[in-house]
Structures are given as C-alpha cells and as structure tokens.
C-alpha cells in the first residue's frame, strides 16, 4: 500500500509554529480509530485516486475487533492495536503509541474517531501533523458528546470540526468547519448521521489539501495551501 513516497518532508519552525510542506509524491498517512471507521473508509476511497495526493500507510486503534480494522485489512491496508491495559502505565501506552505511529514514517496522524487522549509523548512527536475530527463547531461542544450537548442545548445549526491536536480537550487550532442544520425532530443518532456525511466530506477534503498544497500553524491560525 505504501509507495509512491520518494521525497522528504521539509518541517521549518518559523514564527511560534510549524510550516509544513509535504514534499513527496503523495503524503503518508497513519489513521487512528476506536470503532465504525467510516471517516477512515472515506480517506481510504480518497486515496484510491492516486491525484488525491496522500496514501494511507497504516491504521491503528486502541482496541481489536473493531469494524474500523477490518475496513482497513479489506482495503490491504497494515494495522497494528496498542492497548492501554498491556502498558504498566499510561506513559508508557503513550511512548509505545507514539513509537509504533513513528515507524510508519507518517508526514500526517489522523484520528478518525480515535477515542483516547494521546500524552506529551505523541504529542511532542508528531506537534503540527496530527489532526482530529470532531462532531461539533468547536469550541461549542466539546468533548465526548458534542452532538448530544448540542441537541440539549438546542442550537439550531452545528457541525463539525477539523483541528490540530494539542494537549487539552478539542482545544487545537481549527484547520476546517462546516455547518449542519439541527432538525426539529432530530434524536443523537440522526443528527450524528447527518454531521458525519459532513464530516467524512470535510476531513477527505481537508487532508487531500493539506497533502497536496502543505500547511502551516502560527498560533491558532492554521493556512493550507501556499
Ligand atoms: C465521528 O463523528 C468522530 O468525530 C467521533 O466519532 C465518530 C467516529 O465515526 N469522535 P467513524 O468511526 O469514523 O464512523
């Protein structure tokens, strides 16, 4: 599945963050999940294109037998499973993870649907390409139940989000939005359909930009694109 991967990725430091710029042939990706997949399915379909300009080099998760590697084995994709409970500690999970993330040459981490904190350790490693998808217009909703916060809080439009990771909670800057309208009869599950037809959207639209065009983050502002 790897391949077409021939040049080196230049990461400069300039101002209070990192610029980016893929330099290869297509952008290696590592995507992390904890369940369905369907966002990673999305990436995956993106891929097959080869002027989508990113390839999916590996899939890993926090748990086995989950359908988000089984998408990943039909499509020949490698995966691996690093599990909290085999570590003696958090930290170490966090090392391990970060370790086994790091041997796939990534030059983009994508969480899709990845339900664990990462620590300083993944952080530090991959600071600037690891991005995260989120059911909601962050900063409203963050967290583990954003579509059901904003049923309850009964906003009429929400959404969903593409960001950087950093150490808090939905925190990082916001790469990428779009807006879903929030129905009158919807219930969690309908609602959260209709944001992930969003979100699929987005994070294959945003990826593929990022790959192709590179990025940069200054601050909490992220550019895509030269
Ligand atoms: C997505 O809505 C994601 O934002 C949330 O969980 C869902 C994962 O969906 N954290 P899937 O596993 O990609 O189908």
Not at 60 to 80: M, Q, S, W
Not at 117 to 138: K, Q, S, W, Y
Not at 150 to 165: E, H, I, R, S
Request: proline share 4%; net charge negative.
């Amino acid at each position: 599945m790897a391949g077409g991967t021939d040049l080196a990725i230049a990461v400069s430091g300039e101002g209070d963050g990192p610029a980016a710029m893929v330099g290869r042939m297509r952008a290696r990706l590592v995507v992390l999940v904890s369940g369905a997949g369907t966002n990673l399915q999305a990436l995956i379909d993106a891929c097959a294109d080869r002027s989508y300009g990113a390839t999916v080099v590996a899939v890993g998760a926090d748990r086995p037998g989950i359908e988000g590697l089984a998408r990943a084995e039909r499509a020949g994709v490698p995966t691996f499973v690093t599990r909290v409970a085999d570590h003696p500690a958090r930290a170490a999970w966090d090392r391990a993870l970060a370790e086994t993330v790091a041997a796939f040459d990534p030059d983009l981490v994508v969480s899709a649907g990845f339900m664990k904190l990462v620590g300083p350790a993944f952080l530090d490693r991959f600071e600037g390409r690891f991005i995260n998808t989120h059911p909601a217009l962050l900063p409203a909703f963050a967290g583990m139940h954003g579509v059901q916060d904003a049923l309850d809080y009964g906003v009429k439009v929400t959404g969903c989000t593409v960001f950087m990771v950093d150490a808090g909670t939905d925190t990082g800057p916001v790469i990428a939005q779009a807006a879903v309208p929030v129905r009158d009869d919807d219930d969690v599950a309908t609602l959260h359909e209709r944001v992930k037809v969003a979100e699929r959207a987005l994070l294959v639209d945003t990826v593929g930009a990022m790959a192709r065009g590179g990025w940069s983050v200054q601050g909490r502002k992220v550019k895509v694109g030269r």
